[in-house]
């Protein structure tokens, strides 16, 4: 029996069948990356102003960093299928809430808070649950692959909404969007299976918090993390506003926008693909420096503003931000054991949460280039944690049995 589990794994014929039915929800929840797309119609046909649209898109993370964290505590207790039903009926709810009424707090509380964070919380963790009991060979790689369907999302649900809202108008666009979202991720949800956590899980999540989650190992990886995510998001938010300021045109700037999202993608999969591959620690390390890289490339280009720099350091924010939620995953299996993983998983996606909404909302508050400053600064400083774990691999996180 597995410790992770009381259901016994997919038999040869339908291993990837799990999988594959956890691809819909990505989709679902990766619609908060969709918004430069829904922003434009709300500001043009509601009369939103950009104030509003950047806060509204704002409180999504700021929902999901205590949703996911208390989703890791609550898969001690619930299977993951239980989980993301919650999810499915916050996402639900919270998108006809959103459509019943004229009143952007309405609108925001629904769609951003409810439907896209307190329910993306609960469904990613969910999520990577059911990839670690069902594929624990391949934790790293297909939790790095679900992570990258949802920075991917965009490329389908942005088109899908522009050519809706073309022909019926933002709501109704949006309604039909929502509805067939929801639709999907309820069938996908009745082929998972229910695999309910064993008496050891549990025990363990009934353990008090700070005793198992108190490990330096995590708490430095917490505080990396912390450091190290503002950077990607505050790039996401104003890479387009840094090209046109060079003078480049629109099609350039979209260019590398554009370059810069499929970094975040490729990122996921790729650090989580490295985590199986050479150790979680190792994936930590690599995507880290490559974070301080592209802050280095956004100093230089600050400072003496180049077209090259400009290009280069948004491939490496975008695939650094994406690097850092893929290898989450296996680091908290790593850092926290089979036990507590879950719990470790919900604190540190948690805090990628918090930091990609401290990082937009720094820059609305003193101003663009500064906020690049301390971000930049910010990112070199998250390497040092890292650093100083690499050269104590002879810690407790390194030879504990339970890590």
Known sequence: MSDSTTTPPPDARRAWRPFLLLAPFQFIFGLIFSWGAIAPALHSQAGWSHATLSLAFSLTPLALFPAVI???RLLGR???KALLAAALALFTLGSAGALSGAAPLIFMIGYDVLALGVAAGLSTAACIAMVGALYPARRGTLAGALLALYGLSSIVSAPVFDTLDAHLGWRLALAVLLGGYAALGWLAWLGLPDARPSAKRRAAARTPPRRPLARPGLLRAVTSVLAAAPLGALSFAVIGQLARAQGLGRADAVAIVAVMAFGNGL???A????????GAPFSRTTVLTLNALAALLA???LYRPSPVALAAYATLAGLSYGGIAGKLPP???HLAGPAQE???FGLLYGTYALGSFLGPLLGALIGLRPALTVVACAALLALLPACFDDRKRGDSAHHDPAA
């Open 78 to 80: 619930l299977s993951p």
């Open 342 to 344: 879950h719990a470790a």
């Open 331 to 333: 680091l908290a299996a």
């Open 271 to 278: 650090f989580g693909l490295l985590a199986d591959r050479r």
């Open 267 to 269: 990122g996921r999969f």
């Open 70 to 72: 208390l989703a890791g």
């Open 299 to 301: 100093f230089a280009d």
